[in-house]
């Protein structure tokens, strides 16, 4: 709208997440709901348009410069839609019902005109953003308390690399059961090394195995949990690279995979591959072989993607702090989350 | 089989003197297993009383034959439950066996060292550059033992030097595939022959075979033989038990140097040249081919296709801790191959751009399974998902009629330390700490089996062949040997 | 705007001195027109890589230190500012300008008068480009200084292996240090012709634990402690971050200062475009996503034309803006076409670096050109392949360079030397004590070639004079060529004059090569030649001729640049009669070479 320099503010944000001062996706979604909580209340705007122009400006900019890093833009425009809702919910108590012929008919040209100045428009949204807080907080807490639903004595669970949405449910599971648990290595970024000693530290019992024993251990494994960096339009996941292999050898060996996912991580992205430009970040290859290698440094194509995509029918279900869903039941918490309007931006 | 459980350290590596450990022997039955768990010492293991050792051992043994006999019976929370209780079992002795080192800590190092030298029966070259430091158990693994090279049982006159030698090598990992094992086994075999002399009264062959026995014995301590070198033994027996006995010893001699060497051409270096000249043939120009970790033969194969004039390229997938890729990917970029190089993570990445799957394999199994370097069964079973031929390289020597469905009824468990040592991160590892610790375990599995659905083709000199087709392939090499 | 509102500028602030020029020509021409820090690398600017690199590193506070293109490198930055560029936020850039340094080292002093520095600061030489995290290095510098007060660098290095393509040639060093990471020996390998290493016993006396390292890479970082300012103001012979080092290891009992090195590993990667072999290093490393997190701006969703060749292989290729790539053109995996790019029909381009130049030089050969202001600039793929090398550096020059064939010639015909004394030889005001600098010069010398000293000592005292009389490099060359000029005068005359003038000229080569470095110093040292024939007739007719033989068969003078000074003598003079054989000579064998071979 009109000044740049009011997207100081997702600037900063963006800033800190790439210099690495806010690091878990959690807390990214409390910032951004603070972001936006100050835009609402402090913003220049009059109508709901106004804000919500105000809000994708800052999506558009988050987007360009951190593709990879869905929460922000996620919880951007849930708050779209939320904003949506309460229009039309408000337009509705000022008495303007639908006439059985326009539902008949579908008048589909029938728009909320959200450019009106709504009075308490500020109020309510305030206020469901003080709620939405609240849920960002406590969901963590509500998914580890699962735990308990879904681990049992003496079973063996399969985790890759580091998330710390499944060091608490293994944790919260541990305070109940006898389990133990395998964690692939991840290399090579060898985040699985951190979460077996985060695990061993809360005395579960843990095997660390390189990718490569995958399928070997898979035979004697109960149950697969992970957790993702993005869960697609299409119950798909865009997870950290080596899920893939994970998850086909459960499949291979029928062992229920669960993906523990917070409802922001939830994207009305579709991707079905994981070479696709717009999906894989390609990390540094001394990761792979090191500097120091030499001369065939010269000649050879090194790749390090950052990201596998799961197809959605490896996955077999989804545990968000509401319960469990399948992946086929993704496009329907979409729709619940987002408009439509705004899938694409 | 006496098996104890260790690991191999290089003795500067071992942080602390009370942990400073010996070889442990204990002595029990053949074909009875031990997993042992703990740090101990010597002083640790003699004063574990016999009678603490032989209740544990006979629990297990117990334990073991009901898994083994049962096992079609019972079902699998059973079975684990059966499992826990063998480990509630080793997790007690350990805690003694633990108490016990406490006390051996407070003495001092050097009468340990002492210790060691005074007894007789060691091999104290190899005493000085390794110790043995037992590994944590990991659940529901049937062990085989890794790496105790140091025998008691075995008494090093008896063994001929290049033998002594040998398993130093295999230990260390200095000789690594199963290939080049099993030539370096040949090798050794044929210097014992012309260093054998025949002690009065006694025949050539019979005395030979009782040598050969005590060798590959310490061998088969030092690191459990391959399935190649297992066939070439046999086959070896079989042509010494044959021997003409009214020969001299000098005709034998030269008889069996030219059975050894019949076999290196016929079976070994022949049937390479075969499976290139088969492999050739389904490579084309433009053709992406995945392989993964580094294997001799599809070394070979590479070269000859690159010679050929073929122009490919090469997609190298390696897999820690060993990145034997590198190795690979070095020779093929000097021979201008044009190669990506990834770590198995990447590999639903890559494989969509390959066009085949060609593997190596440490043995075929007689059900059609694929036992190859831990990974493989990944790497195929991705390659099956995006349907690509994966087609495993083999000569027939490398059948066995052992049959195995999974991973861990027979399988190797090399040094977890080195899955802990990354050489492409500025800091250690957060797990070094916690080594020790009894809750962790680090698991390096060695090899894998790879089902036969997920095995396009296997390519032995013979014939492109199904796995399924290992059972005949067996059947036709044994009669020909008779 | 923002930035006034964003950052506070703090007393303890972590400051980084970015150094924005070479002072050596390696980029003429192209660094008249465009100044290296805002060179396109991957269609990007250099020095945004370098302030996003410090950004990330953890750099509140840095001093941009500008000597030419002033204005521009200004608007850059103020335009990023604007734009409220990543790095703008958490970090303050000041500008320094100083037109009238002309080294490195001058730099600094510069910045010690200014006093803008408060503790340790982070020290970039003109083109770093790294992913480092600074904050860790700068601690760990100060944990040692804690322990030893007189550590005043720490050189951050990585490591690399010989015969890797960014690891260029001239940058190949030797370092010894302790187990503290002391650095005891430092020894530049490429600079001197010398196979062998010598390294004083003592380090290995006094050290229980000595490392020797040669494949390591100079990143061009460095982290200081606040002496190092004042050693470079009290030290004027220091030029370049080398002869700090060199010196303070040669004199660290009397300055009293220690060198640190740390060695990078893992993902950490730096590296800095110092000639052009580093800038296609680093374009193909940053493509290749070495410097992650740092990488080429990528735009995502382009749109293609249907059945376009480029569909296949898009991601290994780099295309700049507003490229034009016509019918029949084909571009294969690795290559990297620069902003403004225009390839022609039918031309097919395989892992090469394209990048638009504003000079459009006829020198230019067809084949090279791929379109409107595009030339072939080819990687080179292979440490065998040498010639490739040579290739390259051959397209280059004829492109734009005029002849700078010993920059990507690793292994021979290397004419730098240690301390680089070369200025930019720009302009400067004709100071009225050029004549007593003579004089003392040639006092120098004859003194020296008398006493027999060192020509390294002589070095020293020339530069001494310089200093003390404000003269630009130009009038060195100049005069000290003069100077040695005017004592082969005054050698006997008679039939053993040539002799003599060849043992005069052989022992003063450590002097001539010292000064006659590039292009312009050859011309100056002709020029030199030139006046001394004129102005003194009783010369023998065949001195002239003799000198310029002798400079050109020891590689003083290159066959270009006295061919370019041939042709404008005038033509009727003595001199042009005297010259002209050898001239000929030149000539033919010029044409010889270049129809023989083309990468000669």
């Known amino acids: 709208m009109k000044q740049t320099d009011d997207l100081s503010d997702v600037i900063k944000l963006i800033s800190d997440i790439k210099h690495k001062n806010i690091q878990s996706s959690h807390d990214v979604a409390i910032r951004t709901e603070k972001m936006l909580d100050n835009i609402i209340s402090q913003g220049k705007w009059d109508s709901a348009l106004e804000l919500m122009e105000l809000i994708k400006q800052r999506i558009k900019c988050f987007s360009q410069s951190l593709p990879d890093e869905p929460t922000a833009s996620n919880i951007m425009k849930h708050i779209l839609k939320v904003i949506r809702t309460e229009c039309q919910s408000m337009s509705k108590k000022t008495g303007d019902t639908h006439s059985l012929h326009q539902i008949v008919t579908g008048d589909a040209t029938h728009?909320?005109?959200?450019?009106?100045?709504?009075?308490?428009?500020?109020?309510?949204?305030?206020?469901?953003?003080?709620?939405?807080?609240?849920?960002?907080?406590?969901?963590?807490?509500?998914?580890?308390?699962?735990?308990?639903?879904?681990?049992?004595?003496?079973?063996?669970?399969?985790?890759?690399?580091?998330?710390?949405?499944?060091?608490?449910?293994?944790?919260?599971?541990?305070?109940?059961?006898?389990?133990?648990?395998?964690?692939?290595?991840?290399?090579?970024?060898?985040?699985?090394?951190?979460?077996?000693?985060?695990?061993?530290?809360?005395?579960?019992?843990?095997?660390?195995?390189?990718?490569?024993?995958?399928?070997?251990?898979?035979?004697?494994?109960?149950?697969?949990?992970?957790?993702?960096?993005?869960?697609?339009?299409?119950?798909?996941?865009?997870?950290?690279?080596?899920?893939?292999?994970?998850?086909?050898?459960?499949?291979?060996?029928?062992?229920?995979?669960?993906?523990?996912?917070?409802?922001?991580?939830?994207?009305?992205?579709?991707?079905?591959?994981?070479?696709?430009?717009?999906?894989?970040?390609?990390?540094?290859?001394?990761?792979?072989?090191?500097?120091?290698?030499?001369?065939?440094?010269?000649?050879?194509?090194?790749?390090?993607?950052?990201?596998?995509?799961?197809?959605?029918?490896?996955?077999?279900?989804?545990?968000?702090?509401?319960?469990?869903?399948?992946?086929?039941?993704?496009?329907?918490?979409l729709s619940e989350m987002y408009h439509p309007d705004d899938y694409d931006m | 089989m006496n098996q104890v459980v260790g690991k191999h350290e290089k003795s500067?590596?071992?942080?602390?003197?009370?942990?400073?450990?010996?070889?442990?022997?204990?002595?029990?039955?053949?074909?009875?297993?031990?997993?042992?768990?703990?740090?101990?010492?010597?002083?640790?293991?003699?004063?574990?009383?016999?009678?603490?050792?032989?209740?544990?051992?006979?629990?297990?043994?117990?334990?073991?034959?009901?898994?083994?006999?049962?096992?079609?019976?019972?079902?699998?929370?059973?079975?684990?439950?059966?499992?826990?209780?063998?480990?509630?079992?080793?997790?007690?002795?350990?805690?003694?066996?633990?108490?016990?080192?406490?006390?051996?800590?407070?003495?001092?190092?050097?009468?340990?060292?002492?210790?060691?030298?005074?007894?007789?029966?060691?091999?104290?070259?190899?005493?000085?550059?390794?110790?043995?430091?037992?590994?944590?158990?990991?659940?529901?693994?049937?062990?085989?033992?890794?790496?105790?090279?140091?025998?008691?049982?075995?008494?090093?006159?008896?063994?001929?030097?290049?033998?002594?030698?040998?398993?130093?090598?295999?230990?260390?990992?200095?000789?690594?595939?199963?290939?080049?094992?099993?030539?370096?086994?040949?090798?050794?075999?044929?210097?014992?022959?012309?260093?054998?002399?025949?002690?009065?009264?006694?025949?050539?062959?019979?005395?030979?075979?009782?040598?050969?026995?005590?060798?590959?014995?310490?061998?088969?301590?030092?690191?459990?033989?391959?399935?190649?070198?297992?066939?070439?033994?046999?086959?070896?027996?079989?042509?010494?038990?044959?021997?003409?006995?009214?020969?001299?010893?000098?005709?034998?001699?030269?008889?069996?140097?030219?059975?050894?060497?019949?076999?290196?051409?016929?079976?070994?270096?022949?049937?390479?040249?075969?499976?290139?000249?088969?492999?050739?043939?389904?490579?084309?120009?433009?053709?992406?081919?995945?392989?993964?970790?580094?294997?001799?033969?599809l070394y070979r194969i590479l070269i000859d296709a690159n010679k050929s004039g073929k122009k490919f390229s090469v997609i190298v997938v390696d897999s820690r801790p060993l990145l034997e890729g590198r190795e690979m990917l070095r020779k093929l970029v000097s021979a201008k191959i044009n190669c990506t190089y990834v770590l198995i993570n990447a590999l639903s990445f890559v494989m969509k751009q390959a066009t085949k799957v060609l593997l190596g394999a440490h043995a075929l199994l007689a059900n059609g399974s694929v036992m190859s370097r831990i990974g493989t069964a990944q790497v195929a079973l991705v390659a099956q998902a995006c349907n690509k031929p994966v087609l495993v390289c083999c000569e027939t020597y490398k059948f066995t009629e052992r049959v195995q469905t999974d991973s861990f009824v027979y399988n190797e468990i090399g040094d977890s330390n080195i899955l802990l040592s990354v050489d492409t991160l500025s800091t250690t590892?957060?797990?070094?700490?916690?080594?020790?610790?009894?809750?962790?375990?680090?698991?390096?599995?060695?090899?894998?089996?790879?089902?036969?659905?997920?095995?396009?083709?296997?390519?032995?000199?013979?014939?492109?062949?199904?796995?399924?087709?290992?059972?005949?392939?067996?059947r036709i090499n044994a009669k020909e040997n008779m | 705007m923002s930035k006034s509102r964003n950052t506070v500028a703090k007393d303890n602030a972590t400051q980084a001195i970015v150094i924005a020029d070479t002072f050596e020509d390696e980029f003429v021409p192209i660094s008249n027109d465009v100044p290296l820090c805002l060179f396109r690398v991957v269609n990007r600017p250099l020095i945004d890589y370098t302030l996003e690199f410090l950004s990330l590193g953890g750099i509140e506070e840095t001093f941009l230190f500008c000597c030419n293109h002033v204005a521009a490198v200004k608007a850059h930055i103020k335009k990023s500012i604007d734009e409220a560029v990543g790095w703008t936020l958490t970090m303050k850039v000041h500008i320094i300008v100083s037109e009238s340094c002309w080294s490195f080292g001058d730099c600094l002093r510069d910045l010690d008068a200014k006093g803008l520095l408060r503790g340790d600061f982070v020290l970039l030489e003109p083109g770093v480009i790294s992913n480092i995290q600074l904050l860790p290095l700068l601690k760990k510098h100060s944990e040692v200084f804690q322990l030893d007060k007189g550590a005043a660098m720490t050189l951050i290095y990585q490591e690399s292996s010989i015969g890797h393509m960014a690891l260029c040639p001239q940058d190949e060093t030797i370092i010894a240090y302790n187990s503290k990471n002391r650095v005891l020996f430092h020894k530049k390998t490429q600079k001197t012709k010398e196979k062998r290493v010598t390294f004083p016993l003592e380090i290995f006396i006094e050290n229980s634990s000595v490392s020797v390292r040669h494949n390591l890479k100079d990143t061009h970082i460095a982290i200081c402690s606040p002496a190092v300012l004042p050693l470079f103001s009290d030290n004027f012979d220091f030029q370049t971050k080398d002869d700090f080092v060199k010196g303070l290891l040669i004199n660290e009992d009397i300055l009293g200062s220690t060198i640190y090195c740390q060695i990078l590993k893992g993902s950490n990667y730096g590296s800095a475009i110092s000639n052009w072999r580093m800038y296609q290093a680093v374009s193909l490393e940053l493509n290749n996503k070495w410097v992650y997190p740092i990488v080429p701006t990528v735009k995502r969703n382009r749109t293609l034309p249907e059945n376009s060749a480029l569909m296949l292989q898009l991601e290994k290729i780099v295309i700049g803006p507003n490229c034009i790539i016509k019918k029949g053109a084909k571009v294969t995996a690795g290559s990297i076409l620069g902003k403004g790019v225009v390839i022609n029909e039918d031309i097919l381009i395989t892992n090469v670096l394209i990048q638009s130049t504003k000079s459009d030089d006829i020198l230019a050969q067809p084949i090279d050109k791929i379109g409107e202001f595009a030339y072939r600039l080819r990687a080179c793929e292979?440490?065998?392949?040498?010639?490739?090398?040579?290739?390259?550096?051959?397209?280059?020059?004829?492109?734009?360079?005029?002849?700078?064939?010993?920059?990507?010639?690793?292994?021979?015909?290397?004419?730098?030397?240690?301390?680089?004394?070369?200025?930019?030889?720009?302009?400067?005001?004709?100071?009225?004590?050029?004549?007593?600098?003579?004089?003392?010069?040639?006092?120098?010398?004859?003194?020296?070639?008398?006493?027999?000293?060192?020509?390294?000592?002589?070095?020293?005292?020339?530069?001494?004079?310089?200093?003390?009389?404000?003269?630009?490099?130009?009038?060195?060359?100049?005069?000290?060529?003069?100077?040695?000029?005017?004592?082969?005068?005054?050698?006997?005359?008679?039939?053993?004059?040539?002799?003599?003038?060849?043992?005069?000229?052989?022992?003063?080569s450590p002097i001539l090569k010292n000064y006659i470095k590039n292009e312009a110093a050859m011309a100056d040292c002709l020029q030199a030649i030139e006046d001394i024939a004129i102005s003194n007739t009783e010369l023998k007719d065949k001195w002239v001729i003799f000198l310029l033989k002798y400079l050109y068969e020891k590689d003083f003078l290159s066959e270009e640049a006295i061919l370019k000074w041939f042709s404008n003598v005038k033509q009727d003079s003595k001199l042009y009669n005297q010259v002209e054989p050898f001239a000929n000579w030149l000539q033919e064998a010029e044409e010889e070479d270049s129809s023989d071979d083309e990468s000669e």
């Open chain 1, 111 to 333: 728009e909320l005109d959200y450019s009106e100045t709504v009075s308490n428009l500020k109020s309510v949204l305030l206020g469901y953003l003080s709620e939405y807080k609240e849920e960002l907080e406590s969901s963590a807490e509500n998914i580890a308390a699962q735990a308990s639903e879904h681990i049992h004595s003496n079973e063996t669970i399969l985790t890759v690399g580091r998330s710390r949405t499944v060091e608490r449910f293994l944790k919260s599971a541990s305070k109940q059961r006898m389990f133990s648990v395998i964690v692939v290595e991840g290399a090579p970024s060898y985040l699985g090394h951190s979460m077996a000693s985060a695990l061993t530290k809360n005395n579960i019992q843990t095997t660390v195995i390189p990718d490569s024993a995958v399928f070997a251990m898979m035979s004697r494994v109960n149950k697969v949990i992970i957790g993702t960096h993005t869960v697609l339009a299409n119950g798909g996941l865009r997870a950290l690279s080596g899920i893939y292999v994970v998850a086909l050898a459960a499949k291979h060996y029928s062992i229920p995979v669960m993906v523990l996912s917070h409802m922001y991580k939830l994207t009305s992205l579709y991707v079905g591959s994981n070479d696709h430009e717009t999906f894989n970040v390609h990390a540094s290859p001394a990761s792979v072989i090191p500097y120091s290698s030499g001369s065939i440094l010269n000649s050879v194509n090194i790749k390090n993607p950052v990201f596998d995509y799961v197809p959605p029918e490896l996955v077999t279900l989804f545990i968000t702090h509401q319960g469990g869903n399948v992946p086929s039941y993704i496009y329907r918490l």
């Open chain 2, 12 to 297: 500067d590596e071992i942080p602390k003197q009370g942990k400073q450990v010996k070889e442990k022997k204990i002595k029990s039955k053949p074909g009875n297993e031990l997993s042992s768990n703990s740090v101990t010492s010597e002083q640790a293991a003699n004063k574990l009383k016999e009678k603490e050792l032989r209740k544990l051992e006979w629990e297990k043994k117990l334990a073991e034959q009901k898994l083994k006999n049962d096992k079609e019976n019972l079902s699998k929370a059973e079975l684990k439950n059966k499992r826990r209780e063998q480990q509630e079992a080793q997790r007690q002795a350990k805690v003694e066996k633990e108490k016990i080192t406490e006390k051996a800590k407070s003495q001092k190092p050097e009468e340990k060292n002492n210790d060691i030298r005074k007894s007789p029966q060691k091999i104290t070259e190899v005493k000085k550059t390794k110790t043995l430091k037992c590994v944590q158990f990991v659940q529901h693994l049937y062990r085989e033992s890794n790496q105790n090279f140091i025998s008691n049982t075995v008494n090093p006159k008896d063994i001929h030097p290049v033998f002594i030698k040998l398993g130093v090598q295999y230990a260390e990992r200095v000789i690594l595939g199963s290939n080049a094992r099993c030539l370096a086994l040949l090798a050794a075999i044929q210097n014992l022959i012309n260093d054998l002399q025949t002690p009065p009264k006694h025949e050539y062959c019979r005395y030979m075979e009782s040598v050969l026995q005590c060798c590959t014995n310490y061998l088969q301590e030092c690191r459990p033989f391959a399935v190649s070198m297992t066939n070439a033994l046999r086959y070896f027996k079989l042509q010494l038990t044959h021997m003409d006995k009214s020969l001299t010893d000098n005709e034998k001699r030269a008889r069996l140097l030219d059975v050894i060497d019949l076999y290196i051409n016929n079976d070994i270096k022949r049937a390479w040249d075969a499976i290139c000249m088969k492999v050739n043939d389904k490579i084309f120009t433009n053709d992406v081919i995945l392989i993964f970790g580094c294997s001799s033969l």
């Open chain 2, 429 to 474: 590892s957060p797990l070094v700490p916690l080594k020790d610790n009894p809750k962790l375990n680090i698991l390096n599995l060695l090899y894998d089996v790879t089902p036969p659905d997920l095995v396009t083709a296997v390519i032995t000199e013979l014939a492109i062949l199904p796995c399924t087709s290992v059972p005949v392939v067996l």
């Open chain 3, 382 to 508: 292979d440490e065998e392949d040498l010639d490739l090398d040579k290739l390259l550096a051959n397209k280059l020059s004829r492109l734009h360079i005029g002849d700078d064939l010993y920059e990507y010639d690793g292994d021979s015909d290397d004419e730098f030397s240690d301390s680089s004394e070369e200025l930019s030889h720009t302009y400067s005001p004709p100071p009225d004590d050029t004549k007593l600098f003579f004089t003392e010069v040639v006092d120098s010398l004859t003194r020296g070639y008398e006493d027999k000293l060192l020509c390294d000592n002589l070095i020293l005292e020339v530069n001494s004079s310089r200093y003390a009389y404000n003269i630009t490099l130009k009038e060195v060359n100049y005069n000290v060529i003069k100077a040695i000029l005017t004592l082969s005068q005054n050698l006997p005359n008679g039939t053993q004059y040539f002799p003599q003038l060849s043992q005069l000229l052989s022992y003063f």
